[in-house]
Structures are given as structure tokens and as C-alpha cells.
């Protein structure tokens, strides 16, 4: 006998959505509750005031019921949405000071700060093996190139988050480190056979799958497996390797279906049905309203036609209820002495991962410096804005002679341009892309790196690594400019 579903059930169940604004209006609250949606993920459109996402996650909770999924991208690093908690350290950070302890302490560390704020899922760690320099989108949200490295930290810093009772989501199956290409804006490609990707993109994946609550899809064709469709709508991928080679029996959930990876070619109705059919457990469905309810309408359909089976929705919502149960939404007091504790905890953990390459040393106090800087870096929609001229003149307080040469966009530099009258010149690289052919004439004295670590390989200077730029990345940057700090880190990626 066909199993059948239960009146119960609804499609909504199955769907996690975004919300526009800093508080939960009536219209958003009314269709919650009518397409019986239990999973709303925020972005940093959401998050005004701490006590302001606090009310948002409580009323969140009110609508969709005490098995509701409240998610988050708090990685660490530049990307940190509730940047008013103690900022964590990017997994690059954490894989350049290399002590499982410390990745355990950060990851317990962000989990409190996201109980206290409402969140119960946190879509990190990125468990991707950055093994590719050019990668446009991972670089330092990587732990580092090799899947020992990457899998070891990883499972710490997950450990410490999920000892203080907030779901982990390692990402994104099965791995996006060695891509040319940003899924946000195109379908990347990884030309790898399978035993390739056995030997490295995968064995984080196999050596973490019992302990993450959820996995997250990637957007990539990996034609070798499957060269027709996507990861996260590939029944070959999901439902054969992840599910049925390797076990899993967690959560799965897609990457955001709005990125033109697969909204420009599948569209959000077809790739919706394509996914659950796959063997994801949740769509992540962006948009408008009428957009997230054309997604939720196409479940219902397809489960009305029988291009979804019963079964398989309704082991969807199990798993679903399952990590829901374990990992409820709380909304714990996060102040005082803890919250001290843990953010003198984040900026010891970026200290540790300075790192410095080519012999680098900090100029003394007296002499006559030039500094080169982007002043404005914004946002690219998966990253937090990087850092400001302001920042990067900060870290030069302490010294006396100091030209600051403002620039709109510092990948357009042209070295011959500089002035030789013998000051020491620093170039500050605050932006994400690499330079490129450009950058090889350059020849600074010190080359800081803020962002993007394989800027190092551009440019043949001197070079120290933050591997970020949050308060405690450029606070550790600039005691090392002041010989209060050495650089102790060791990169965890190759750059020389």
C-alpha cells in the first residue's frame, strides 16, 4: 500500500525563506502562517539593533511554532552577519594558528552569542579544501588546502557550537574549494573524476557526516558524476553519494536557489521540485513573497502529481522535526562577564593567526612611510563590507611620518606613478578579487593582506596576513605595526 501524507502536512514545511526589513510586519507574520512556513533565514537587511533582532527572532518564534528554524551565515571572518557580537576569526585564521582547542573555544564561543540573539542554526563551518589560489568566492573562509587540516579544525570549532546547543551546517557539498567561478553569479564547473574528489573534496564530508546536524548543497556540476544537473539538484550526488554511500541521514539543505546558478537556468518552480526529488530536505528560497510562494506551490504540485513521493516528504519533515527538537530556539541572557570572556577569546584567536611572509617586519615609529589604501570597499552580498581608509590609517597611530595616498579602485594602480623620493611604501590590500598580470611591476616594502590571502602571490613583497578584518584582525595587525605582537601564525594554504 502507497503511503499517503497525512492532512497535516504542507509543503511550507519544507521551505526556508528570507523577510525584508529589521522586525516582523503583518503581512510577512500572515504569510508565515498561511504557507506554514517553520524556516526563515536572516541576512544583514534583518539585523538592526541587538535588542531589535532579539524581538524579530522572539516574534519569528511566536508565528512558526516551537520547532522553528532560525538561520544565520556567522562563519567568522567577512562573513559575520550579527558583526555586534564578539567577531569571530575566519576558518583560515583559525587554520594558520592550527590548535583544535582554540577552533573548539571559538566555535562555543559564536554559538552563545547566536543563542542569545534567537538563532538556532548557523550555516558553518565551510568544510571546502581551498586548494585552488583563484577561487573567487571561498579563499580564507576555508580552513586551508588540505582536507587533514580542514576536517580536524572543522570538527573542533563544530564541536564547541553544538556543545552550547546551536545547529552546525558544513559546506557545500560536495566542495566548492577548487571553483573558478562564483555560483552567486554563474554555474561553476569541477572537471574531477570521482576518485579525485574521494581523495580530497570529499573526506571532510565522510569524516564529519555523523556528527553535523546538516549539510549544504553546492551549485556546482561535477560532470564526471553527473553532467546534467547541479549538486543540489542531482539525485547522483545527494541522493547516491551523500545519502546512500555515505549515510547520512542529517538535514540537507540547498544553497540559495534566487543565485543564478540555478534560478537562470531551472528557474525557482522546477529547481525546487528538482532538489527535494534529489534528496535535500529544505529549498532555501529567497525573494518575494510571491516568488518564495511560487517555490512552495510547485512542491505542492509536484507532490500532487507524484513527481514527489510521500515518503520522501515526509522523511524530509522528520529530519527536519528531528534537528528542530534537538536544537530549539533560545533566547539565553548574553552580557556581562561570559560575553567579555568570549570576546577577548575571538581577538586572542585572530592574534594568533597573524601571520607574516618574506621576512616582514614593521617599520620603526620615525620613518617616513606612504601608504596606499582603497578608502571604500562595499559589500558583495556574501561578504561584509570590507575595511575603510579609516581603518587602515588607524593602524599607522603610533607612527610620525605618514602619507596616505587615497585611491577609488586600488587594483587600477599604476607604480610608475609613485613618487621615488625613498619613503617606505606599504601597500594595504582591503578587497576581496586578486590582483592579477597588473600587480607583478608593483614592488612595495610591506604588502599588508586584510582580505584575500592569495593577494600574496601577486605581489612579491614583504607580506603579513590577517586573514581578515574584523576589530580583533585589524587590532592584532596593528600591535604587530607597533612591535607589541609578533606574527606567530603559520599559513595553512601555500603562498610562497
Known sequence: MSTRLPPDFDAGRLVMVDITGTSLDAATADFLRQQRIRAVCLFRKNLGTEAQVRQLTRDLRAVMGPQALIGLDQEGGSVV?????????SAMSLGAAGDEALATQVGAAVARGLRGIGINWNFAPVVDINNNPANPVIAERSFGESAETVTRLAGAWMQGSLSEGVACCIKHFPGHGDTHVDSHLDLPTVAKSRAELDALELRPFRALREAAPSVMTAHIVYPAIDPDYPATLSRTILGGILREELGYDGVVITDALMMKAIADRYGYARAAVLAIQAGADMILAQGSLAEQAQAIDALRQGLARGDIAPERALQAQARLDRMADRYPVRLDDYAGAQREADDALMRQAWARGLCALRGAQAPS???PLRVLVQDEVPTDGVSEAGPTGEQVRALFRDH??????SLQ???????????RDGRFTVLAS?????YGERARTWSPDLHLVLWNPFQALDVAAPTVISWGYADGALGALGDWMCGRLSASGRSPVTLD
Do not use: C, M, Y
Open 430 to 434: 582591503t578587497h576581496r578579487a586578486r
Open 400 to 405: 610620525t611620518a605618514v602619507e596616505f595616498v
Open 365 to 367: 615609529r620615525d620613518l
Open 409 to 419: 579602485d586600488i587594483s587600477s594602480l599604476d607604480w610608475q606613478t609613485l613618487p
Open 81 to 89: 552577519r550579527a558583526t555586534f557580537l564578539p567577531q569571530p576569526p
